[in-house]
């Protein structure tokens, strides 16, 4: 009792990370149990240690069409970037750019992406070019949005300082705009981290012969619900470590946010 | 004492909103003048006209005779707004070096050294202002409008966000940087909504009365230099305050 005690103590104390997996874990048991006393069967869903096994024995495999789905799924998303944040520039700068293409824009992001990828297929292949295309494509509007709304979120305090320096346009962008757009640049990188994978694994629904889409699709051609669950699972942890190494990156880029929260 | 700046049938519209209607003012050299009137009145863009931040819509400013673009311009303006308005992205020495980035002029290593001493802030020069109170930004974004070496320090209510006690310690710290020879400041206008900070700090008061404003009176203030805190419980302090109180009518 005392080292339980003990345990869930230390667990508490590593708060942010401690917490999700005692919760995990009572999930998991529940799970184990329901399967176990309502007597499901494994193709319609496998209990947890089934799918850890399964994880387990087929490590290489999951692994090798993960990292194909996580470059397409990376590459889209810096693609999507780029081109995004230099397009929120072009916005910012300039109102009749924007209010021509803005509404591209919207039609772009109301477009369901799965409606696309037929499209994206037949004008890119099969191959890992289609992926990249339709992870692009659903990164575009956030970074859009955001870097617009960012570069001119500029207060009119910081203007006036930098009008009483005779600073120029470009100036302003450099050494005012850039850093203050930062903290809506970083929500939008956040949010299309897990967008770019549900890009890539859709790109693979449609058309492909590698990639994690590709294995939950064959998987469940096959009644292979386990697989199906591990395929899932592995994609699902690929989308979150992309998510948690920007998150690592936002922290360091903006480092003056949580000195302004504690200060 | 003659004029640094002098103002003549000034009018400023808002669109069709009237501000003022032909001020006319000047500020003499060296002097310590307070802008001051009922909220809404306008002094904020009274003060950013006379530093060439807002245009005017009629009459004519002259700095030592020029344009106020061309005093901007030679850097003999330097700014204090209600806020620092410090990049939170750099440390203190880079947010004073600000202006002379901006303008391409080469500095020495020692000179956010020096105006951070003059300021008060000596050895806080790699602070985040994150890290710094709210009194000790306001010092930097002084230190950081004295990097010019301007002649005319325009103040827009520096110390309005900050509580009475720093308030009246930052007031005699003020006059102590406006004297101190290598700040080189001569004159300073300063916005405020206190009556009691005007008369304090000023050599003058202009009272400007409710929008559309006119000049309601320059109130010269004879109260002796150097300005001590104990001064507030004089006789003639006390009539300074009930005679401003009296014509912004506020009671």
């Known amino acids: 009792m005392k080292l339980a005690l003990q345990f869930f103590n230390k667990i508490k104390r590593s708060g942010t990370i401690g917490i999700p997996i005692l919760f995990s874990i009572v999930i998991f048991v529940v799970w184990e149990l329901l399967v176990f006393l309502l007597e499901i069967p494994e193709y319609l869903l496998p209990p947890p240690s089934t799918i850890f096994i399964e994880v387990g024995t087929n490590f290489g495999l999951l692994l090798g069409h993960m990292s194909m789905t996580m470059f397409a799924a990376i590459s889209g998303y810096l693609l999507a970037n780029a081109i995004g944040f230099s397009t929120g520039v072009l916005f910012a700068h300039s109102k009749t750019i924007e209010k021509g293409l803005y509404p591209y824009a919207i039609a772009l992001k109301t477009t369901p992406v799965i409606a696309m990828a037929p499209l994206l297929i037949l004008w890119f292949g099969t191959d890992i070019e289609s992926k990249i295309a339709t992870a692009a494509l659903i990164c575009f509007f956030p970074i859009i949005v955001n870097s617009v709304k960012g570069l001119t979120s500029v207060d009119k305090d910081s203007l006036d300082l930098f009008k009483s320096y005779s600073a120029s346009k470009w100036q302003i962008f450099t050494k005012l705009r850039l850093r203050t757009s930062l903290p809506y640049v970083f929500s939008a990188l956040k949010i299309s981290t897990g967008l770019s994978v549900v890009g890539a694994v859709v790109g693979e629904f449609v058309g492909a012969n590698v990639g994690i889409g590709y294995l939950i699709l064959v998987s469940s051609y096959h009644l292979e619900t386990s697989t199906m669950f591990a395929a899932i699972m592995i994609s699902a942890i690929g989308g979150v470590s992309f998510f948690a190494v920007i998150s690592i990156i936002e922290k360091k880029v903006i480092f003056w946010q949580k000195s302004l929260e504690t200060g | 004492m003659p004029s640094i ?217 004879d109260l002796p230099r150097p300005r001590k805190t104990e001064m507030k419980h004089s006789k003639r302090y006390i009539e300074f305050m009930e005679h401003l109180r009296k014509i912004i009518g506020e009671d």
């Open chain 2, 5 to 221: 700046i002098e103002v003549q049938d000034l009018s400023k519209y808002y669109g069709k909103h009237l501000v003022y209607e032909k001020l006319n003012f000047d500020v003499k050299e060296g002097e310590f003048i307070s802008i001051i009137g009922p909220s809404g009145c306008g002094k904020t863009t009274l003060l950013k006209i006379l530093g060439g931040l807002i245009e005017h819509s009629s009459g004519n400013i002259s700095i030592n005779g020029q344009p106020v673009k061309n005093a901007l311009k030679a850097r003999k303006l330097g700014f204090v707004f209600q806020n620092p308005v410090l990049l939170p992205w750099r440390i203190s020495s880079s947010n004073i070096e600000l202006p002379l980035e901006i303008q391409g002029i080469n500095n020495s290593p020692k000179l956010s050294e020096e105006l951070l001493k003059i300021v008060g802030l000596e050895g806080f020069e790699n602070y985040y202002p994150g890290e710094l109170s709210g009194g000790m930004q306001q010092r930097v974004a002084i230190a950081r409008a004295l990097a010019f070496k301007p002649l005319i320090l325009m103040m827009d209510e520096p110390f309005g966000a900050l509580d009475e006690i720093t308030r009246s310690h930052m007031n005699l710290e003020l006059l102590r940087i406006w004297k101190e020879e290598k700040a080189s400041i001569s004159t300073v206008i300063f916005v405020t909504h206190s009556i009691s900070e005007a008369v304090f700090l000023s050599d003058r008061i202009l009272v400007l009365s409710a929008g559309p404003s006119k000049i309601e009176e320059i109130v010269d203030i």
